[in-house]
């Protein structure tokens, strides 16, 4: 504080300070608050969605060994077969209060499909659901992964603004407050100093005054006090001189 000139100028740019710590110290806490909502929202998916995945993932691999009991061990012609991808993860952005959050999404490629074959001779019914069911499965993984990588993005970055607003709330709008005390009180004693020195000059003004005033009284007391000199003087009493 000491190193901030008590001046009118910079009372005025810490007040303009203040304001905008208090504002943004207000709009990080709506966003801590926007982000601790959708935090517990993304907890609440991530545990719904492992439930469920759990009951999925024991469905399709019976399902698979129901296909294998009634197709025979058919991994060997999936693994011989194309392996040209007929579905890819895409990733996309959402964005939650100004926090970027990843989003996993699936697309068909267009490519053929292969293994069509499989389960003519028996079974097909049974690797048909299989597709099916491990294509749900598939879904469920994607949408866990989307959750469980925002739920961390999301974990950071309210981590970050609570932080920030710890740090507003408790370090810079203190300090400021503190400088705009320390300036107040300053300006508060310069304005006293003032005062008593207008005091001073003002009671000096006035002796003098007083001062002058009592001399022109005297001076005027002087003149009237003072005799004439020819009022006693009769010019009838002179002797005429002759040249």
């Given at each position: 504080m000491s190193g901030v000139p008590p001046t009118r100028m910079n009372q005025q740019v810490y007040k303009g300070k203040k304001k905008a710590a208090e504002s943004g110290h207000r709009l990080l806490k709506k966003k801590a608050d926007a982000l601790k909502v959708k935090f517990r929202d993304y907890a609440k998916a991530i545990a719904e969605t492992k439930a469920s995945?759990?009951?999925?993932?024991?469905?399709?691999?019976?399902?698979?060994?129901?296909?294998?009991?009634?197709?025979?061990?058919?991994?060997q012609k999936v693994a011989e077969g194309s392996v040209t991808a007929r579905v890819r993860v895409g990733a996309g952005i959402n964005n939650v209060a100004g926090v970027k959050l990843p989003v996993f999404s699936k697309y068909e490629t267009g490519a053929a499909a292969d293994n069509q074959s499989l389960g003519l001779a028996g079974g097909g019914k049974k690797i048909a659901a299989v597709r099916e069911k491990f294509?749900?499965?598939l879904d469920m993984l994607l949408k866990l992964a989307s959750l469980q990588t925002s739920f961390v993005t999301l974990d950071e970055a309210l981590k970050v603004t609570n932080r920030r607003v710890n740090a507003l709330e408790n370090v810079t709008i203190p300090k400021i407050v503190a400088v705009l005390d320390y300036i107040a009180r300053e300006l508060d004693e310069l304005e006293r100093e003032d005062f008593t020195r207008l005091k001073l000059v003002q009671k000096k003004k006035e002796v003098q005054e007083q001062l002058k005033a009592k001399e022109v009284k005297a001076y005027k007391e002087g003149l009237e006090n003072q005799t004439d000199i020819t009022a006693a003087y009769d010019a009838s009493d002179d002797v005429d001189v002759v040249f």
């Open positions: 995945m759990a009951t999925d993932a024991s469905g399709a691999f019976f399902s698979l060994t129901q296909a294998e009991y009634a197709a025979g061990n058919f991994k294509s749900t499965l």
